[in-house]
């Protein structure tokens, strides 16, 4: 049971280059999330998906895209990536949204020169 | 507004001594609160949560926390820190989606 795990831990970008951040998870959870995580501003939600086929905004959606491909997967992906989006990523899942405790990635640590 | 205020953002103690993290909340209705904790380089791990009953919740690792409605507060605690609890905590709001606070940075004193 690897719980929720993301893809890759590290990635260095040049300003416009495109990636996916890949995460899935093994608990059948309904409700999956992304963040980001910079210094002295906590967590701040970008998209999440409350339930397989949909996905909604969260705090800080500007320049991501996601897609929920199935129960276990969610993907983020920056299409033209810029210096500002330099920060840790987490995906997070849990039973249902909102009240219920989420379980989180490792991580990955995104570099955009 | 919904909202997790953390004062504290530093907080050194001894190995030892007891901890209490501060974290205020605002919100309309019966509060689901959380306290997550991270470790260096690694993801965030639920230390415990509150949802209704006992205001008073233990939770991983030694710790506990006290729901004060009157307060809006639910503050963390531990009475002896090890070095081992240095890391970043984390208290978060869930509503129809949660709401993290700014986080503690926890550091322990050989």
């Known amino acids: 049971n690897a719980g929720v795990t993301q893809t890759p831990k590290f990635q260095v970008l040049k300003t416009g280059q495109s990636m996916t951040l890949q995460c899935a998870q093994d608990?059948?959870?309904?409700?999956m999330y992304w963040y980001r995580q910079d210094p002295g501003m906590g967590l701040r939600l970008i998209y999440y998906?409350?339930?397989?086929?949909?996905?909604d905004k969260g705090e800080v959606p500007n320049g991501y895209n996601v897609s929920r491909l199935n129960k276990r997967e969610f993907s983020l992906r920056l299409e033209s990536a810029a210096p500002s989006q330099t920060s840790v990523y987490f995906c997070?899942?849990?039973?249902?949204?909102?009240?219920?405790?989420?379980?989180f990635g490792p991580g990955t640590r995104l570099t955009v020169t | 507004a919904q909202s997790v205020t953390q004062p504290d953002i530093h907080i050194t103690v001894s190995e030892g001594a007891s901890l209490e993290l501060r974290c205020n909340y605002s919100y309309g209705a019966t509060p689901y609160l959380f306290w997550y904790v991270q470790s260096p380089g690694q993801g965030l791990q639920l230390l415990l949560k509150?949802?209704?009953?006992?205001?008073l919740v233990q939770g991983i690792k030694g710790f506990e926390a006290e729901f004060k409605r009157s307060q809006s507060s639910f503050n963390l605690r531990k009475p002896s820190v090890h070095w081992s609890d240095a890391a970043e905590y984390f208290c978060a709001l869930g509503t129809y989606k949660y709401i993290f606070g700014t986080g503690t940075r926890l550091k322990v004193l050989a």
């Open positions: 608990m059948n959870h309904n409700s």
């Open positions: 998906s409350a339930s397989e086929g949909t996905t």
């Open positions: 997070a899942s849990s039973e249902n949204e909102g009240r219920n405790e989420q379980y």
């Open positions: 509150y949802f209704s009953g006992d205001t």
